[in-house]
């Protein structure tokens, strides 16, 4: 059974940073993508960003480009959400999903999904 298990969220205040983790399990995951949504509330889900497990080529939303990356750690099955310079419409929850090589931006391209984790940014 694929899971997909978030962590690293919290408080944090305008300007600052934090590490999103989202641990992968129960497959191999090198042909994949695995990518970043958030939703904030009364708001749409949205792409945030995304990786593609063979190569690494990532691409970002407008929105955050410039200011987060996607990392990841091949030999534990993980990537992460470095999220810099924060803002308050940043506030959110983060998604991590994992979807075909061919996967976009787009929510339906993704099978699996984690619980998401909470990210508040204070003003």
């Known amino acids: 059974q694929v899971q997909l298990v978030e962590s690293g969220g919290g408080l944090v205040q305008t300007g600052g940073s934090l590490r999103l983790s989202c641990a992968a399990s129960?497959?191999?995951?090198?042909?994949?993508?695995m990518a970043w949504f958030r939703q904030a509330p009364g708001k749409e889900r949205e792409f945030v960003g995304a990786?593609?497990?063979?190569?690494?080529?990532?691409w970002y939303a407008d929105s955050v480009k410039g200011r987060f990356t996607i990392p990841r750690d091949n030999a534990e099955n993980t990537v992460f959400l470095q999220m810099n310079s924060l803002k308050p419409e940043d506030t959110a929850v983060y998604f991590c999903?994992?979807?075909?090589?061919?996967?976009?931006?787009?929510?339906?391209?993704?099978?699996?999904w984690g619980q998401g984790t909470q990210v508040t940014v204070s003003s």
């Open positions: 999903a994992a979807g075909s090589q061919y996967a976009g931006p787009s929510l339906r391209d993704y099978v699996y």
């Open positions: 129960g497959r191999t995951f090198s042909d994949y993508t």
């Open positions: 990786i593609r497990w063979s190569g690494g080529w990532t």
